[in-house]
């Protein structure tokens, strides 16, 4: 791989990780534009080191939180902390599940398969649209919830529906504080980053190259760099009500992606 392919990927990765356009759909795009030829063992590296990348992006804007959270769970005893760890948990189910029985058929639908991408980029739109347009209101993430907008996650799985627009989304149409929806979208998916790593780390099934070991960790850096900047503005966004500009850039994304299909 290129240096200047392994940074565009990783820029790519580290702002669409956080905004509601989807990270799996233009990691997707990026790879058919650049004409990206590595063998299946080296991209799920490099695909695995950048979601490593914008996991610790997470960590350190969310870290005072996650610190708080931790904390609280020491204290072994029935907090805020813990009721929210344990919503955490209740959001994983459905993606966990669906990892586990539906893990050869998602990963059939990656591997340059742009006009699908281009048709779950319109769903995002629609999603988007819809939760922008949304009344707000101060009420938290509830149990339930959390179970509802975990199965929103678990759909993200498709390449080309955004996790954050999907999981930030559903839990405003179901009423919660756009802020508090947006907290809970990027700390919930952080154990199953670590899980999926750690999965595919096990397998055995990745493949290290020292020629890409260069372009690999520019690659990581960019994405971490990108996804700092990506997380904290989507926050604010988010707060403004401004989903709708994220809705239009999906709706053409994916009309030129599906465009892009019917001409390969």
Same mark, same amino acid.
């Given at each position: 791989?290129?240096i200047?392919?392994?940074?565009?990927?990783g820029v790519?990765?580290g702002?669409?990780?956080?905004l %509601?356009v *989807?990270? #799996?759909?233009?990691?997707?795009? $990026?790879? @058919?534009?650049?004409?990206?030829?590595?063998?299946?063992?080296?991209?799920?590296?490099?695909?695995?080191?950048?979601?490593?990348a914008?996991?610790l992006?997470?960590i350190?804007v969310?870290?005072?939180?996650i610190?708080?959270?931790?904390?609280?769970l020491?204290k072994?005893k029935?907090n805020e902390?813990?009721?929210?760890?344990?919503?955490?948990i209740?959001s994983?189910?459905p993606a966990v599940?669906?990892g586990?029985?539906?893990?050869?058929?998602?990963?059939?639908?990656?591997?340059?398969?742009?006009m699908f991408?281009g048709?779950?980029?319109?769903?995002t739109?629609?999603l988007?649209?819809?939760a922008?347009?949304?009344?707000?209101?101060?009420? %938290?993430? *509830?149990s #339930?919830n959390?179970?509802?907008? $975990?199965? @929103?996650q678990?759909?993200a799985?498709l390449?080309?529906i955004?996790?954050?627009?999907?999981?930030i989304?559903?839990?405003?149409?179901?009423?919660?504080?756009?802020?508090k929806a947006?907290?809970?979208?990027f700390?919930?998916?952080?154990?199953?980053i670590?899980?999926?790593?750690?999965?595919?780390?096990?397998?055995g099934e990745l493949?290290f190259s020292?020629?890409?070991?260069?372009?690999?960790?520019i690659?990581?850096?960019?994405?971490?760099?990108?996804?700092l900047?990506?997380?904290?503005?989507m926050?604010?966004?988010?707060?403004?009500?401004?989903l709708?500009?994220?809705?239009?850039?999906c709706?053409?994304v994916?009309?030129?992606?599906?465009?892009?299909?019917f001409?390969?």
């Amino acid at each position: 791989m290129e240096i200047i392919d392994a940074i565009i990927l990783g820029v790519i990765q580290g702002l669409t990780e956080f905004l %509601p356009v *989807s990270s #799996s759909g233009h990691l997707e795009l $990026g790879k @058919a534009i650049l004409g990206d030829e590595s063998v299946p063992e080296e991209s799920l590296l490099f695909t695995v080191v950048l979601h490593f990348a914008t996991a610790l992006s997470t960590i350190v804007v969310f870290r005072k939180d996650i610190f708080r959270i931790i904390k609280g769970l020491f204290k072994f005893k029935k907090n805020e902390e813990t009721l929210f760890s344990l919503k955490i948990i209740i959001s994983m189910i459905p993606a966990v599940l669906v990892g586990l029985f539906f893990e050869e058929q998602l990963e059939q639908l990656f591997g340059g398969n742009v006009m699908f991408v281009g048709f779950m980029l319109l769903i995002t739109a629609a999603l988007l649209w819809f939760a922008d347009k949304a009344k707000g209101t101060l009420k %938290p993430v *509830s149990s #339930s919830n959390a179970f509802v907008i $975990g199965i @929103a996650q678990a759909i993200a799985m498709l390449p080309g529906i955004s996790r954050s627009g999907a999981t930030i989304s559903t839990s405003v149409l179901l009423g919660n504080d756009k802020t508090k929806a947006a907290r809970f979208s990027f700390l919930m998916v952080i154990p199953l980053i670590f899980g999926k790593i750690a999965k595919d780390l096990l397998s055995g099934e990745l493949s290290f190259s020292s020629e890409n070991s260069v372009a690999i960790g520019i690659g990581f850096i960019a994405a971490f760099i990108s996804g700092l900047f990506a997380c904290t503005w989507m926050i604010s966004l988010v707060k403004k009500s401004k989903l709708t500009y994220f809705a239009v850039y999906c709706i053409l994304v994916g009309l030129l992606a599906i465009i892009f299909g019917f001409t390969k």
